[in-house]
Nanobody, 119 residues
Framework: QVQVVESGGGLVQAGGSLRLSCAAS????????MSWYRQAPGQQRVLVAH???????NYLDSVKGRFTISRDNAKNTMYLQMSSLKPDDTAVYYC?????????????WGQGTQVTVSS
């Protein structure tokens, strides 16, 4: 089994910064792509940032230049550095990990971490 746990969310004023972490653990053979999604109240879950095993990244247009995704393959951990936060960034942020475990490749989700940006 694979467990995925996010941390680092909280309440911050507009213009502030937060750093989210996502740690994967368990019987992992290999981790491929890792992603951050977010879901605001009443809205669909959307992809915020994505990073491949080789370090290639892509971002939601509205966060480009403000958010930076990174990963530490040795620790099976991914990060999202968020700066210049806006109230529109308020959402539950979810980590998605594509990993191989027990001979299967599948996506694993964390339970989410709340980010609230006050104006």
């Amino acid at each position: 089994q694979v467990q995925v746990v996010e941390s680092g969310g909280g309440l911050v004023q507009a213009g502030g910064s937060l750093r989210l972490s996502c740690a994967a653990s368990g019987s992992i053979f290999s981790i491929y792509d890792m992603s951050w999604y977010r879901q605001a109240p009443g809205q669909q879950r959307v992809l915020v940032a994505h990073i491949t095993s080789g370090g290639r990244t892509n971002y939601l247009d509205s966060v480009k230049g403000r958010f930076t995704i990174s990963r530490d393959n040795a620790k099976n951990t991914m990060y999202l550095q968020m700066s210049s936060l806006k109230p529109d960034d308020t959402a539950v942020y979810y980590c998605n990990v594509r990993a191989e475990a027990a001979g299967w490749i599948r996506d694993y989700w964390g339970q989410g971490t709340q980010v609230t940006v006050s104006s």
